[in-house]
C-alpha cells in the first residue's frame, strides 16, 4: 500500500523566513496531494492540494510543488508569520475514486519565532 | 462556511464501557470517514462510507468498531468495548465525491479517553 514520508519532523523559522516541508510517496497510482495544518486542539484544516496533472500551485504565501517522477512534493510558505505555527501533515491519495482513505505523513511542527 | 462538527469534544470511559462518537458532516456531501490520531502520532484511516454502507476500513477498524448512519444528518462511530489502546482523538471528515470532488474537510474531533 501507499506509504508517505515527512521531512523534517520539526521545523523553526524566524518571521519573514520561507520554511520548506518536502514529503514523499511510494504509489505511483496516488494523484491527489493535500496538505492540512493542524493547530493545538483542532482538527486537520485542509490549506492546499494539488493533483498529478500539474507541477505546482500557489495560494498567496503557500506553494506546492510535485515531482511526479521523483514521486515527491513540498510545501512552500513564504514571508512566514507567528500564526503560521503548528503542525503541517501532507496526504496522498491513492485511488482514482472519492471515499477512499487519505494516507497522511508523520507530520512537521513549524514554529514560526518574531 | 459549512464545517463538519463532532460531539463531544471529550469523552472519558472505563474499560470495558461502549462509547459512541457522533459526527454532523457537511450537509451535501457523500463521502464520510473516521480518523485517529494518537497523541503525537500521525491521523490514520479507519474507516469511509458511502450510500449507507462502508467503502473501505483499515486494520485497527476491527469488529470492536462500527458505524452508522442513523438519520439524514448524523454519522456515528461506535466502539463496542474500549480498550485502554483506544485512547486518542478521533476525527469525522466528509467529502462532496464525485470525480475530482475529493477534498476531505475534517471536524475538530473527539477526545476519547479510556481509564
Known amino acids: 500500500g501507499e506509504n508517505v514520508e515527512q521531512h523534517p519532523s520539526t521545523l523553526s523559522v524566524q518571521e519573514g523566513d520561507s520554511a520548506v516541508i518536502k514529503c514523499t510517496y511510494s504509489d505511483s497510482a496516488s494523484n491527489y496531494f493535500p496538505w492540512y495544518k493542524q493547530e493545538l486542539g483542532k482538527g486537520p484544516q485542509l490549506i492546499i492540494d494539488i493533483r498529478s496533472n500539474v507541477g505546482e500551485k500557489k495560494d498567496q504565501r503557500i506553494a506546492v510543488t510535485l515531482n511526479k517522477t521523483a514521486k515527491h512534493f513540498s510545501l512552500h510558505i513564504t514571508e512566514t508569520q507567528p500564526e503560521d505555527s503548528a503542525v503541517y501533515f501532507c496526504?496522498?491519495?491513492?485511488?482514482?475514486?472519492?471515499?477512499?482513505?487519505?494516507?497522511f505523513g508523520k507530520g512537521t511542527t513549524l514554529s514560526v519565532s518574531s | 462556511e459549512p464545517e463538519v462538527t463532532q460531539t463531544p469534544s471529550h469523552q472519558v470511559t472505563q474499560m470495558g464501557q461502549e462509547v459512541i462518537l457522533r459526527c454532523v458532516p457537511i450537509?451535501?456531501?457523500?463521502?464520510f470517514y473516521w480518523y485517529r490520531q494518537i497523541l503525537g502520532q500521525k491521523v490514520e484511516f479507519l474507516v469511509s462510507f458511502y450510500n449507507n454502507e462502508i467503502s473501505e476500513k483499515s486494520e485497527i477498524f476491527d469488529d470492536q468498531f462500527s458505524v452508522e448512519r442513523p438519520d439524514g444528518s448524523n454519522f456515528t462511530l461506535k466502539i463496542r468495548s474500549t480498550k485502554l489502546e483506544d485512547s486518542a482523538m478521533y476525527f469525522c471528515?466528509?467529502?462532496?465525491?464525485?470525480?475530482?470532488?475529493?477534498?476531505?474537510?475534517f471536524g475538530p474531533g473527539t477526545r476519547l479517553t479510556v481509564t
Open positions: 496526504a496522498a491519495f491513492p485511488y482514482n475514486q472519492a471515499g477512499t482513505a487519505l494516507i
Open positions: 471528515a466528509s467529502s462532496s465525491g464525485g470525480g475530482y470532488s475529493r477534498e476531505q474537510y
Open positions: 450537509s451535501n456531501h457523500l463521502y
